[in-house]
Protein backbone atom coordinates (compact mmCIF):
# COMPACT_ATOMS: atom_id res chain seq x y z
CA UNK A 1 0.00 0.00 0.00
CA UNK A 2 1.15 3.27 -1.01
CA UNK A 3 2.90 5.39 2.00
CA UNK A 4 0.56 8.33 1.68
CA UNK A 5 -2.10 6.14 1.94
CA UNK A 6 -1.16 4.37 5.44
CA UNK A 7 -0.51 8.34 6.51
CA UNK A 8 -4.14 8.74 5.77
CA UNK A 9 -5.06 6.09 7.13
CA UNK A 10 -3.37 6.77 10.45
CA UNK A 11 -4.93 10.26 10.85
CA UNK A 12 -7.99 9.34 10.37
CA UNK A 13 -7.60 6.68 12.86
CA UNK A 14 -6.15 9.79 15.45
CA UNK A 15 -8.96 11.90 14.21
CA UNK A 16 -11.43 8.86 15.15
CA UNK A 17 -10.34 9.18 18.61
CA UNK A 18 -9.28 12.57 19.16
CA UNK A 19 -11.72 13.38 22.18
CA UNK A 20 -9.81 10.01 24.06
CA UNK A 21 -6.57 11.36 23.19
CA UNK A 22 -6.73 14.49 24.52
CA UNK A 23 -8.91 13.35 27.94
CA UNK A 24 -5.29 11.35 28.24
CA UNK A 25 -3.92 14.69 28.57
CA UNK A 26 -6.68 16.76 30.42
CA UNK A 27 -6.56 14.01 33.08
CA UNK A 28 -2.87 13.79 33.90
CA UNK A 29 -2.77 17.16 33.99
CA UNK A 30 -5.31 16.94 37.04
CA UNK A 31 -2.78 14.80 38.88
CA UNK A 32 0.62 15.71 38.76
CA UNK A 33 3.09 14.02 40.52
CA UNK A 34 6.93 14.73 40.92
CA UNK A 35 9.67 12.33 39.48
CA UNK A 36 9.77 8.52 40.83
CA UNK A 37 6.08 9.72 42.41
CA UNK A 38 3.98 9.39 39.13
CA UNK A 39 1.73 6.29 40.69
CA UNK A 40 -1.43 7.76 39.58
CA UNK A 41 0.43 8.80 36.40
CA UNK A 42 1.74 5.75 35.67
CA UNK A 43 -2.10 4.05 36.35
CA UNK A 44 -3.42 6.27 33.48
CA UNK A 45 -0.76 5.46 30.69
CA UNK A 46 -1.39 1.17 32.04
CA UNK A 47 -4.89 1.50 31.81
CA UNK A 48 -5.09 3.42 28.38
CA UNK A 49 -2.56 0.76 26.97
CA UNK A 50 -4.68 -2.06 28.04
CA UNK A 51 -7.79 0.05 26.06
CA UNK A 52 -6.00 -0.07 22.88
CA UNK A 53 -4.59 -3.62 23.47
CA UNK A 54 -0.75 -3.45 24.32
CA UNK A 55 0.50 -5.94 26.80
CA UNK A 56 3.01 -3.85 28.76
CA UNK A 57 5.49 -3.70 31.29
CA UNK A 58 4.87 -1.64 34.76
CA UNK A 59 7.05 -0.80 37.49
CA UNK A 60 10.52 0.32 35.09
CA UNK A 61 12.39 2.37 37.39
CA UNK A 62 10.27 2.32 40.02
CA UNK A 63 7.11 3.96 38.02
CA UNK A 64 8.22 3.25 34.58
CA UNK A 65 6.20 1.55 31.77
CA UNK A 66 7.06 -0.07 28.54
CA UNK A 67 5.12 -1.64 25.67
CA UNK A 68 5.52 -2.79 22.69
CA UNK A 69 3.77 -2.99 19.06
CA UNK A 70 4.77 -5.30 16.12
CA UNK A 71 4.58 -5.00 12.88
CA UNK A 72 3.51 -7.50 10.10
CA UNK A 73 7.25 -7.77 9.66
CA UNK A 74 10.38 -7.89 11.60
CA UNK A 75 13.26 -4.90 11.80
CA UNK A 76 14.39 -2.27 13.82
CA UNK A 77 12.13 -0.62 16.75
CA UNK A 78 11.62 2.96 17.22
CA UNK A 79 10.88 3.96 20.67
CA UNK A 80 7.90 6.53 21.19
CA UNK A 81 8.18 8.54 24.95
CA UNK A 82 6.06 9.62 26.90
CA UNK A 83 7.55 11.95 29.74
CA UNK A 84 5.12 11.30 33.10
CA UNK A 85 6.40 13.87 35.27
CA UNK A 86 6.10 17.10 36.62
CA UNK A 87 7.52 20.43 38.32
CA UNK A 88 6.51 22.60 41.69
CA UNK A 89 5.18 25.56 40.90
CA UNK A 90 3.13 27.25 43.40
CA UNK A 91 0.47 29.43 42.09
CA UNK A 92 -0.28 27.42 39.12
CA UNK A 93 -3.58 27.22 38.22
CA UNK A 94 -3.72 23.26 37.94
CA UNK A 95 -1.06 22.78 40.52
CA UNK A 96 -1.95 20.11 43.55
CA UNK A 97 -2.70 22.35 46.82
CA UNK A 98 -0.70 19.89 48.90
CA UNK A 99 2.08 19.41 46.52
CA UNK A 100 2.61 22.57 44.44
CA UNK A 101 3.14 19.94 41.94
CA UNK A 102 2.17 21.53 38.51
CA UNK A 103 2.59 20.57 34.92
CA UNK A 104 4.28 23.53 34.01
CA UNK A 105 6.42 21.87 31.74
CA UNK A 106 3.74 20.23 29.47
CA UNK A 107 4.33 16.52 30.14
CA UNK A 108 0.91 16.11 30.91
CA UNK A 109 0.73 15.78 26.75
CA UNK A 110 3.68 13.02 26.24
CA UNK A 111 1.76 10.34 26.86
CA UNK A 112 -1.61 11.66 24.56
CA UNK A 113 0.82 12.36 22.11
CA UNK A 114 2.52 8.77 22.19
CA UNK A 115 -1.07 6.80 22.68
CA UNK A 116 -2.44 8.77 19.79
CA UNK A 117 0.35 7.87 17.58
CA UNK A 118 -0.34 4.16 18.47
CA UNK A 119 -3.73 4.29 17.69
CA UNK A 120 -2.55 5.98 14.22
CA UNK A 121 -0.03 3.40 13.70
CA UNK A 122 -2.61 0.65 15.25
CA UNK A 123 -4.38 1.12 12.15
CA UNK A 124 -4.61 -3.16 11.04
CA UNK A 125 -4.38 -1.73 6.89
CA UNK A 126 -1.56 0.02 8.49
CA UNK A 127 0.21 -1.84 10.82
CA UNK A 128 1.01 -4.75 8.52
CA UNK A 129 3.14 -2.76 6.21
CA UNK A 130 5.27 -2.24 8.80
CA UNK A 131 8.40 -3.44 9.21
CA UNK A 132 9.64 -3.40 13.01
CA UNK A 133 8.94 -2.67 16.18
CA UNK A 134 6.84 0.54 18.13
CA UNK A 135 8.13 0.72 21.70
CA UNK A 136 5.44 2.55 23.99
CA UNK A 137 7.84 4.26 26.65
CA UNK A 138 6.42 5.89 29.60
CA UNK A 139 9.21 7.54 31.12
CA UNK A 140 9.53 9.20 34.69
CA UNK A 141 11.63 11.70 36.00
CA UNK A 142 13.19 14.07 33.83
CA UNK A 143 12.92 17.05 35.78
CA UNK A 144 15.77 16.69 38.31
CA UNK A 145 13.85 18.08 41.26
CA UNK A 146 13.68 16.64 44.90
CA UNK A 147 17.41 15.94 44.70
CA UNK A 148 17.43 14.91 48.85
CA UNK A 149 14.37 12.35 48.29
CA UNK A 150 16.20 10.62 44.97
CA UNK A 151 19.69 10.39 46.70
CA UNK A 152 17.78 8.62 49.51
CA UNK A 153 16.38 6.29 46.84
CA UNK A 154 19.71 5.98 45.35
CA UNK A 155 21.51 5.08 48.99
CA UNK A 156 18.47 2.73 49.34
CA UNK A 157 19.60 0.33 46.65
CA UNK A 158 16.67 1.45 44.96
CA UNK A 159 17.90 3.64 42.28
CA UNK A 160 21.25 3.92 40.10
CA UNK A 161 20.84 6.38 38.60
CA UNK A 162 18.68 9.33 39.22
CA UNK A 163 16.50 10.35 36.47
CA UNK A 164 14.29 8.21 34.41
CA UNK A 165 15.94 7.87 31.21
CA UNK A 166 19.41 7.03 33.16
CA UNK A 167 18.09 4.22 35.12
CA UNK A 168 16.23 3.27 32.40
CA UNK A 169 19.20 3.13 29.89
CA UNK A 170 21.27 1.37 33.35
CA UNK A 171 18.44 -1.46 33.52
CA UNK A 172 18.15 -2.48 30.02
CA UNK A 173 14.43 -0.97 29.14
CA UNK A 174 16.33 0.81 25.43
CA UNK A 175 18.60 -2.40 24.75
CA UNK A 176 15.91 -3.41 22.01
CA UNK A 177 15.68 0.30 20.56
CA UNK A 178 17.09 1.49 17.53
CA UNK A 179 16.15 4.84 17.96
CA UNK A 180 13.49 7.57 19.95
CA UNK A 181 11.91 10.40 19.74
CA UNK A 182 9.34 12.50 21.87
CA UNK A 183 7.92 15.69 21.00
CA UNK A 184 7.78 18.22 23.61
CA UNK A 185 5.50 21.07 24.08
CA UNK A 186 6.41 24.98 23.85
CA UNK A 187 5.14 28.43 23.69
CA UNK A 188 6.35 29.74 20.31
CA UNK A 189 6.19 33.79 20.57
CA UNK A 190 5.70 33.17 16.70
CA UNK A 191 3.53 31.55 14.15
CA UNK A 192 6.19 28.74 14.53
CA UNK A 193 4.29 25.22 14.99
CA UNK A 194 7.12 22.93 15.33
CA UNK A 195 10.87 23.73 16.09
CA UNK A 196 13.56 20.31 15.26
CA UNK A 197 17.12 20.39 15.83
CA UNK A 198 19.10 22.11 17.64
CA UNK A 199 20.98 21.06 20.89
CA UNK A 200 20.97 21.10 24.67
CA UNK A 201 23.15 21.95 27.72
CA UNK A 202 23.95 19.20 29.81
CA UNK A 203 24.53 19.93 33.66
CA UNK A 204 25.39 18.27 37.02
CA UNK A 205 23.60 18.74 40.03
CA UNK A 206 25.07 20.02 43.22
CA UNK A 207 23.81 18.51 46.62
CA UNK A 208 25.35 20.47 49.51
CA UNK A 209 24.93 20.08 53.49
CA UNK A 210 26.00 23.20 55.10
CA UNK A 211 26.79 21.86 58.96
CA UNK A 212 27.56 24.33 61.97
CA UNK A 213 26.45 24.35 65.64
CA UNK A 214 23.27 25.49 67.51
CA UNK A 215 23.41 27.72 69.81
CA UNK A 216 20.73 30.57 71.48
CA UNK A 217 20.92 33.36 68.96
CA UNK A 218 20.21 35.99 71.26
CA UNK A 219 22.12 34.64 74.13
CA UNK A 220 25.22 33.56 73.27
CA UNK A 221 25.58 33.57 69.21
CA UNK A 222 29.40 33.50 69.49
CA UNK A 223 29.31 29.60 71.04
CA UNK A 224 27.70 28.44 67.49
CA UNK A 225 28.37 28.08 63.89
CA UNK A 226 26.28 29.61 61.87
CA UNK A 227 25.48 27.03 58.60
CA UNK A 228 23.23 29.72 56.84
CA UNK A 229 25.90 32.28 57.12
CA UNK A 230 28.32 29.66 55.52
CA UNK A 231 26.23 29.22 52.96
CA UNK A 232 25.52 33.06 52.23
CA UNK A 233 29.03 33.21 51.80
CA UNK A 234 29.42 29.91 49.44
CA UNK A 235 26.53 31.36 47.21
CA UNK A 236 27.94 34.87 46.63
CA UNK A 237 31.58 33.19 46.04
CA UNK A 238 29.49 31.35 43.09
CA UNK A 239 28.16 34.79 41.96
CA UNK A 240 31.77 36.23 41.45
CA UNK A 241 33.20 33.09 39.29
CA UNK A 242 30.03 34.41 36.56
CA UNK A 243 32.37 36.70 34.66
CA UNK A 244 34.74 33.73 34.58
CA UNK A 245 32.56 31.83 32.13
CA UNK A 246 32.71 31.78 28.51
CA UNK A 247 29.74 32.77 26.14
CA UNK A 248 29.89 29.97 24.12
CA UNK A 249 29.64 27.40 26.53
CA UNK A 250 26.56 28.53 28.25
CA UNK A 251 27.08 28.36 31.66
CA UNK A 252 24.23 28.18 34.21
CA UNK A 253 24.00 28.55 37.78
CA UNK A 254 21.15 28.22 40.00
CA UNK A 255 19.63 26.66 42.95
CA UNK A 256 17.70 26.95 45.90
CA UNK A 257 17.87 26.36 50.20
CA UNK A 258 15.67 23.33 51.01
CA UNK A 259 16.31 23.91 54.41
CA UNK A 260 17.81 27.03 55.97
CA UNK A 261 17.58 26.55 60.21
CA UNK A 262 14.70 25.52 62.28
CA UNK A 263 14.25 28.01 64.66
CA UNK A 264 14.90 31.74 64.35
CA UNK A 265 16.22 31.62 68.02
CA UNK A 266 18.71 29.36 67.57
CA UNK A 267 22.10 29.42 65.34
CA UNK A 268 21.46 27.24 61.99
CA UNK A 269 23.32 24.18 62.33
CA UNK A 270 21.69 22.51 59.03
CA UNK A 271 21.27 24.22 55.94
CA UNK A 272 21.01 22.30 52.85
CA UNK A 273 21.13 23.82 48.93
CA UNK A 274 20.40 21.72 45.86
CA UNK A 275 21.80 23.48 42.72
CA UNK A 276 23.04 23.05 39.07
CA UNK A 277 25.64 23.91 36.89
CA UNK A 278 24.88 23.62 33.23
CA UNK A 279 26.96 23.72 30.30
CA UNK A 280 27.37 23.40 26.98
CA UNK A 281 29.96 20.52 26.92
CA UNK A 282 30.61 18.06 29.54
CA UNK A 283 34.10 20.03 29.73
CA UNK A 284 32.23 23.23 30.42
CA UNK A 285 30.58 21.88 32.91
CA UNK A 286 33.76 20.20 35.01
CA UNK A 287 35.59 23.35 34.30
CA UNK A 288 32.48 25.07 36.32
CA UNK A 289 31.43 22.72 38.52
CA UNK A 290 35.22 22.59 40.26
CA UNK A 291 34.67 26.20 40.76
CA UNK A 292 31.90 26.15 42.45
CA UNK A 293 33.11 23.71 44.32
CA UNK A 294 35.77 25.94 45.48
CA UNK A 295 33.52 28.71 46.65
CA UNK A 296 31.20 26.46 48.76
CA UNK A 297 34.24 25.51 50.79
CA UNK A 298 35.29 28.86 51.00
CA UNK A 299 31.55 29.21 52.92
CA UNK A 300 32.57 26.76 55.15
CA UNK A 301 36.34 27.78 55.83
CA UNK A 302 35.21 31.71 56.42
CA UNK A 303 32.64 30.48 59.21
CA UNK A 304 34.81 27.22 60.87
CA UNK A 305 31.70 25.48 59.25
CA UNK A 306 31.73 21.48 57.45
CA UNK A 307 30.12 21.33 54.04
CA UNK A 308 29.36 18.17 52.53
CA UNK A 309 29.40 18.52 48.38
CA UNK A 310 27.34 15.84 46.69
CA UNK A 311 27.59 15.68 42.72
CA UNK A 312 25.42 14.02 41.03
CA UNK A 313 25.89 13.15 37.75
CA UNK A 314 23.43 15.20 35.46
CA UNK A 315 22.45 15.65 31.71
CA UNK A 316 24.42 14.85 28.79
CA UNK A 317 23.97 17.65 26.00
CA UNK A 318 21.78 16.83 23.56
CA UNK A 319 22.40 15.55 19.96
CA UNK A 320 19.80 15.88 17.60
CA UNK A 321 19.93 13.01 14.51
CA UNK A 322 19.54 14.92 11.79
CA UNK A 323 18.09 12.50 9.14
CA UNK A 324 15.74 11.27 11.86
CA UNK A 325 15.26 15.10 12.38
CA UNK A 326 14.82 15.36 8.69
CA UNK A 327 11.89 12.55 8.69
CA UNK A 328 9.81 14.45 11.31
CA UNK A 329 10.47 17.89 9.65
CA UNK A 330 9.25 16.96 6.27
CA UNK A 331 5.52 15.30 7.94
CA UNK A 332 5.50 18.38 10.42
CA UNK A 333 5.71 20.37 7.05
CA UNK A 334 2.74 18.54 5.36
CA UNK A 335 0.63 19.67 8.06
CA UNK A 336 1.01 22.59 9.37
CA UNK A 337 2.98 24.20 6.45
CA UNK A 338 7.11 24.49 5.86
CA UNK A 339 6.83 28.06 7.15
CA UNK A 340 5.49 27.57 10.43
CA UNK A 341 8.66 25.26 11.02
CA UNK A 342 11.82 26.09 12.29
CA UNK A 343 14.97 24.39 11.76
CA UNK A 344 17.51 24.86 14.75
CA UNK A 345 21.19 23.79 13.16
CA UNK A 346 23.07 20.65 15.53
CA UNK A 347 24.84 23.24 17.53
CA UNK A 348 22.32 25.83 18.56
CA UNK A 349 21.39 25.26 21.97
CA UNK A 350 17.80 25.98 22.60
CA UNK A 351 17.64 28.14 25.69
CA UNK A 352 19.93 26.60 28.13
CA UNK A 353 17.77 23.81 29.65
CA UNK A 354 18.42 19.82 29.99
CA UNK A 355 16.89 17.05 29.38
CA UNK A 356 17.81 13.22 29.85
CA UNK A 357 17.51 12.49 26.22
CA UNK A 358 20.46 13.88 25.57
CA UNK A 359 22.10 10.86 27.16
CA UNK A 360 19.87 8.54 25.10
CA UNK A 361 21.15 10.76 22.24
CA UNK A 362 24.96 9.62 23.05
CA UNK A 363 24.01 5.70 22.43
CA UNK A 364 21.55 6.00 19.75
CA UNK A 365 19.85 8.36 17.17
CA UNK A 366 17.24 10.37 18.89
CA UNK A 367 15.34 13.88 18.20
CA UNK A 368 13.43 16.28 21.08
CA UNK A 369 11.57 17.97 18.58
CA UNK A 370 8.72 20.92 20.39
CA UNK A 371 4.97 21.12 19.07
CA UNK A 372 3.84 25.11 20.32
CA UNK A 373 0.16 25.14 21.63
CA UNK A 374 1.07 26.39 25.03
CA UNK A 375 1.03 29.92 26.21
CA UNK A 376 2.79 31.46 29.13
CA UNK A 377 6.57 30.81 30.20
CA UNK A 378 7.61 27.10 30.71
CA UNK A 379 8.16 26.50 34.17
CA UNK A 380 6.06 29.64 35.58
CA UNK A 381 3.26 29.64 37.18
CA UNK A 382 1.65 31.00 33.42
CA UNK A 383 2.68 28.11 31.29
CA UNK A 384 -0.97 26.46 30.18
CA UNK A 385 -2.45 24.92 27.23
CA UNK A 386 -4.18 26.91 25.00
CA UNK A 387 -4.49 24.75 22.05
CA UNK A 388 -4.73 20.71 22.60
CA UNK A 389 -5.22 20.10 18.82
CA UNK A 390 -1.17 21.68 18.03
CA UNK A 391 -0.26 20.71 21.69
CA UNK A 392 -1.67 17.01 21.46
CA UNK A 393 -2.99 15.70 18.20
CA UNK A 394 -1.00 17.72 15.10
CA UNK A 395 1.96 16.09 16.82
CA UNK A 396 0.27 12.58 17.69
CA UNK A 397 -0.21 12.73 13.81
CA UNK A 398 3.40 14.03 12.44
CA UNK A 399 5.08 11.11 14.88
CA UNK A 400 2.42 8.58 13.26
CA UNK A 401 3.72 9.76 10.33
CA UNK A 402 7.33 9.66 10.83
CA UNK A 403 6.93 5.95 11.73
CA UNK A 404 5.60 5.31 8.86
CA UNK A 405 8.10 6.72 6.95
CA UNK A 406 11.15 4.89 8.87
CA UNK A 407 9.68 1.23 8.93
CA UNK A 408 7.31 0.51 5.69
CA UNK A 409 8.82 -0.40 2.42
CA UNK A 410 11.27 -3.08 4.71
CA UNK A 411 12.27 -0.04 7.15
CA UNK A 412 14.43 1.09 4.45
CA UNK A 413 14.53 4.82 6.52
CA UNK A 414 14.82 3.81 10.17
CA UNK A 415 17.88 1.22 8.60
CA UNK A 416 19.14 4.22 6.56
CA UNK A 417 19.43 6.49 9.69
CA UNK A 418 20.99 3.80 11.44
CA UNK A 419 23.90 3.38 9.33
CA UNK A 420 24.41 6.58 9.44
CA UNK A 421 24.77 7.23 13.04
CA UNK A 422 27.63 6.72 14.83
CA UNK A 423 26.68 6.82 18.61
CA UNK A 424 29.08 8.40 20.67
CA UNK A 425 29.38 5.52 23.30
CA UNK A 426 28.04 2.06 24.36
CA UNK A 427 25.74 1.55 26.86
CA UNK A 428 28.31 -0.06 29.14
CA UNK A 429 30.81 3.30 27.78
CA UNK A 430 27.76 5.29 29.38
CA UNK A 431 27.29 3.89 32.56
CA UNK A 432 30.90 4.12 33.42
CA UNK A 433 30.74 7.76 32.83
CA UNK A 434 27.95 8.69 34.79
CA UNK A 435 29.19 6.40 37.46
CA UNK A 436 32.51 7.73 37.06
CA UNK A 437 30.92 11.57 37.52
CA UNK A 438 29.12 11.05 41.43
CA UNK A 439 31.75 12.81 43.67
CA UNK A 440 31.26 13.10 47.68
CA UNK A 441 33.51 15.36 49.25
CA UNK A 442 33.21 16.63 53.38
CA UNK A 443 35.43 19.77 54.08
CA UNK A 444 35.87 20.26 57.09
CA UNK A 445 36.58 24.71 57.44
CA UNK A 446 39.61 25.56 59.81
Not at 35 to 62: C, Y
Not at 92 to 113: E, K, L, M
Not at 159 to 186: N, W
Request: hydrophobic content about 40%.
Amino acid sequence: MHIDILKALAQAAIDRQRDWIINIAEEILRTPETGFNEIRTSQVISRRLDEIGVRHTQNIAITGLKGVVRGGNSGPTVAVIGEMDSVRVLGHPHSDPVTGAAHACGHNCQPAVMLGAAVGLMAPEVLRELSGAIALMGVPAEEFIDVEQRLALYRQGRLGFMSGKQEMIRLGAFDDVDMALLVHTSASPDDTRFTVGGTSNGHVVKYVKYIGKASHAGVAPHLGVNALQAAMVGLHAVNTQRETFRDDDVVRLHGILTTAGVSTNSTPADVRYEGRVRGATVEAIADAGAKVDRCLKAGALALGAKVEIVTIPGYLPMLSNDPLATVFAENAGRLVGKSRLAWLSSDAVRGGGSTDMGDLSHIMPVIHPYSSGFAGNGHGDDYVVQDYEQAVITPAKVVAMTLIDLLSENAAKAREVVSRTRPRMTRPQYIALQQGRLKEEYYVGQ
